[in-house]
C-alpha cells in the first residue's frame, strides 16, 4: 500500500514517516499545499494523510481540488490541531474520509488508516478503466477490448497517470516530474514514450484514446480534444 502525507511540520512529518514505513507503507512525502496536490494527481495512491494548515494551499482546497477538479477518489485522513465541531465538519464535507485530531498516538493514525484501507479496498479489485481499455493495479494486467498489451515500465507508469486523470489533460511537466523526477533524460523522451505508448495502446485498434494538445500536454480519454 502507498502513502502520501502531507505535512509541513518536521518532526510530524518524521515521525510519521518512520513508523508507517516500520508497518510495511510505502510512504512519499510533500510539505505545502501545492506539491502535495501535485504528487496526488500524478501518482497512485491508496491513501492521503493530509494536515489542513499548509503553505500555499491548505488542506481543505488540496481535498476540494482532488474530489472536484481531479475526480480522484482516492481515501483522505486529515489531520488537524482544530477540534471544533465546524472545523471537522468542514473537512468532511470538502471530501475527507476521517479525522484525526492533533496530538495524536502514531498506533492510533495505522489503526485509523488500517480501518480506511479495508473499507475502500476490501474484496474489490482496484482497476483503471477509460473506454474498452484496463488497467488493473492489483495484477499489472492492461487489456483493451479484451486483448492484454504488453508495456515497459515507463509505459506502465505513464498510462497508469494518464488514466487516473482521464479525462483532464495532464501538462508535459507533471508527467515528466512524475516519470523522472528532477532528472529528464532530454526533451524528446516523453514523446519518445508517448509514442511508444500509442503504438500499443492505440495503434491496432479502430479508436484512438490518447490524445496530445500540443505544446500542452496528453489526455487519455474516448473522445478527442476540444483545443
Excluded at 37 to 61: E, N, W
Excluded at 156 to 168: C, D, F, N, T
Excluded at 188 to 217: C, E, N, W, Y
Aim: glycine share 8%; with cysteine.
Amino acid at each position: 500500500m502507498r502513502i502520501l502525507v502531507i505535512e509541513d511540520n518536521d518532526d510530524i512529518l518524521a515521525n510519521v514517516l518512520d513508523y508507517l514505513q516500520l508497518k510495511g507503507f510505502g510512504v512519499d512525502c510533500a510539505q505545502d499545499g501545492v506539491s502535495g496536490l501535485r504528487l496526488a494527481c500524478s501518482q497512485h495512491y491508496d491513501l492521503i494523510v493530509l494536515d489542513i494548515m499548509l503553505p500555499g494551499i491548505d488542506g481543505y482546497q488540496v481535498s476540494k481540488r482532488l474530489r472536484e477538479g481531479a475526480r480522484n477518489e482516492v481515501p483522505i485522513l486529515m489531520l488537524t490541531a482544530r477540534d471544533a465541531l465546524d472545523d471537522r465538519l468542514q473537512g468532511l464535507q470538502a471530501g475527507a474520509d476521517d479525522y484525526l485530531v492533533k496530538p495524536f498516538a502514531l498506533s492510533e493514525l495505522v489503526a485509523r488508516i488500517e480501518a480506511i484501507l479495508r473499507r475502500t479496498h476490501g474484496g474489490r479489485k482496484r482497476r483503471l478503466v477509460v473506454g474498452d481499455l484496463v488497467y488493473d493495479l492489483d495484477t499489472l494486467h492492461v487489456a483493451r477490448a479484451g486483448q492484454a498489451l504488453k508495456l515497459n515500465p515507463i509505459g506502465m507508469k505513464l498510462l497508469s497517470i494518464l488514466m487516473q486523470r482521464s479525462p483532464a489533460v495532464v501538462r508535459r511537466e507533471v508527467l515528466e516530474e512524475a516519470l523522472w523526477g528532477d532528472d529528464c533524460p532530454d526533451s524528446d523522451s516523453l514523446r519518445s514514450h508517448v509514442h511508444q505508448l500509442r503504438q500499443i495502446v492505440d495503434k491496432p485498434f479502430a479508436k484512438p484514446l490518447l490524445h496530445t494538445l500540443h505544446g500542452i500536454g496528453y489526455r487519455l480519454a474516448e473522445t478527442d480534444c476540444d483545443v
